[in-house]
Structures are given as C-alpha cells and as structure tokens.
C-alpha cells in the first residue's frame, strides 16, 4: 500500500539529483511536469527561489532524511561486540580483537596502535539508501575513527560523550554516536573502520528501499525506474567464481582489506556474451579501483573511463537480443568486480 505523499516524496527525491537540469529549466518547464499537484508546485517554487539553487545540497539531506522517516527502512545487520563473535567481521591486522574498558566491550586496539576491521555485504535487495548507526569507544583521546563504505571515506558528524577516565589511566575516554546515510543502489556493501586505542561498540544497518515500487532503484536516466530489470549479476561473491557468459582470457585475483578480504579480477581483456529479452537500453555497472583507462567494447561502439568505484555504462536503442562485450584496460592495475546488467524492457 502506498502511502500519504509518496509521489511528492520520489519526485522531489529526483529533483535534489537532477538540480543541474531544474535550475537550468525553470519553474514552469518543472511544474509542467506534475499538473495539478499544488502542494509539490509549491515546494518547487520555494526551491527555485533559495539563491538561484545554491542551497540545494542542504535541501538534498533534508529530503534524504524525509525519506528515511516515512518510506520502509529495513535493519538487514546488527553486531554487538558483548558476545565476541567476529560475525564476519574481518580484523586486518594483529591489533583487533575484543577487549574490555570499564565493562565496554569494544572490537579494535587496547593501545595505541592502530586498529583497522571491515565486512561485506552479499545480495542486498534493491535500495536506494543505506543507513549506518554505530557507537565506537575512543581510548585516552577524542580521536574520530574513519568509515568507509564502497572504499570511499564518509563524511559524519558524531555525537560525543565523555566517559571520564574509565580505562585505568589519567585521560578521559569518549564515546562516538554515529549515524551516516548513504547514496547507495548496488547489491554489493562493504564497511571498513579504522583508528587508534579503541574500537566499535555496536553496529546496525540499514536499507531504504526503492520508491514507487521499483525493482531496481535506477534513477540517474531519463526513464521510469519501473522499466528497468536485472538480467545478470556477475563476480559479486566475496570470493570470484565462474560466471556464465564470461570468457576470462587473462586475469588474476587480488584480496582487498576494504572488503573483507574480498576479491578483485585484474583484467587486461575479457569477453562477454548473452542473450536478452526484448529490450530498448542496455545497463552495464561494475565497481573499479585503479585509475587507469578501462575499455568496453559492444556493438553500437564503445565506452572509456579512467575513473573508480561505481562505473555506469547506457547503451541506448539496443536492438540485438544478443549483447557482445570486449573489455579490455591498459593495465592490470584495474581492479573489477559486481558486474550488472540491466535491460530497459520495452
């Protein structure tokens, strides 16, 4: 069941990440978009009007966090670091454990060395947001531990407790409440923490699932989220296995930290065929680090990125129930994974 607001909501959730095309447009070009809904109009007006759109980036959090407190948020993870169950948490170095200050048991370093821990997340359903809430324990400093998430660095603002001296020595401890959002639609997660002289409480994770009932959350295109399905989904298990479809010519595999020691394919040319269903567009993404050029070839010719993380590639008016890919990167540096495919039904 839909509920009160939801359309106001998803549009004006397209609007904060489409600003660089409302600003140019004007109100009129925008409104025309939704006739007859006042209470939107009015809320576009309003925005159009705030210093020629320079605000928006404010508005962007104040719509995220709209969305947050009337869509359906789902808890997929919690850990408690009181039981002493890794819980699939990988700790990368010798100086994460569990240990115990003034009965907070934390999961990182009792000294000052630095502690460094992180997990994936496998087959999440389609989201457009994940939420992180999280407490850590800071030791003998006010030291703010660093968050990662798809091995890019977040950016939060804490809460911060004083606990007084509870750990034994002459300084005080502090403990971070922290809660991120996230722009976020992959299948794939991983979280990744580090610091010094303290470690991670708890922890608890959440998804915002995608709006008008959308199979994927694809938002970035000129199209209903509605029409866009998922055909294949390759190379997204923690560890690389075979996947059909895929010819891996020359490759090699590289365990990441990030990740949970999860892998990576070092490519320097792979192919990729299969049949699809009838379709208009074509959605090739997969996640990249290494900032060398990566080339993918298919019939109607070909794209070129040098950039990481997420890569989105739209092949517009596909009419071949056959794609064909050569991918190909001049180095092994490149480092691949989480290979999507989407098919615009027509």
């Known amino acids: 069941m839909k509920m009160r607001g939801e359309l106001s909501v998803s549009f004006m959730f397209k609007f904060i990440f489409l600003k660089s095309q409302i600003c140019e447009y004007g109100i009129q070009t925008i409104m025309n978009l939704v006739p007859n809904h006042k209470i939107l109009n009015s809320f576009i007006i309003k925005i159009y009007y705030i210093k020629q759109c320079q605000y928006l980036p404010q508005l962007k959090m104040i719509i995220l966090i709209i969305i947050i407190h009337i869509t359906h948020q789902i808890v997929i993870y919690e850990f408690d670091a009181n039981p002493n169950i890794f819980d699939g948490w990988e700790k990368l170095n010798d100086n994460s454990n569990f240990n115990n200050c003034g009965g907070i048991q934390y999961f990182g370093s009792p000294n000052n060395l630095q502690y460094l821990i992180s997990r994936i997340f496998l087959d999440l359903e389609p989201h457009s947001h994940i939420r992180l809430d999280a407490q850590f324990l800071s030791i003998d400093n006010n030291a703010q531990p660093t968050v990662k998430i798809d091995s890019q660095i977040t950016n939060y603002v804490a809460t911060v407790t004083s606990q007084n001296s509870i750990c034994s020595g002459a300084s005080p401890e502090f403990l971070h409440t922290v809660s991120i959002n996230y722009y976020h639609n992959r299948r ?60 891996l010519q020359t490759y090699t595999l590289q365990h990441s930290s990030d990740c949970g020691g999860c892998e990576y394919m070092r490519i320097t040319y792979v192919t990729y065929q299969t049949e699809l269903p009838p379709h208009q567009n074509v959605l090739i993404r997969f996640f990249k680090l290494g900032g060398q050029t990566i080339i993918v070839n298919y019939q109607y010719g070909k794209s070129t990125t040098s950039g990481s993380y997420l890569i989105e590639i739209l092949i517009k008016n596909h009419q071949d129930p056959i794609l064909k890919l050569i991918i190909t990167t001049s180095s092994s540096s490149n480092m691949v994974r989480d290979f999507e495919k989407l098919c615009l039904r027509i």
């Not at 959350?217 to 560890?239: D, G, M, R, V």
């Open 188 to 247: 794939t997660a991983w979280i990744s923490i580090y610091s010094n002289y303290g470690g991670l409480i708890s922890l608890k994770l959440s998804i915002i699932k995608c709006q008008n009932e959308c199979a994927e959350c694809i938002e970035n295109y000129h199209t209903t989220c509605q029409q866009w399905k998922l055909h294949q989904y390759s190379f997204n298990k923690k560890l690389i296995t075979y996947s059909d479809g895929w010819n």
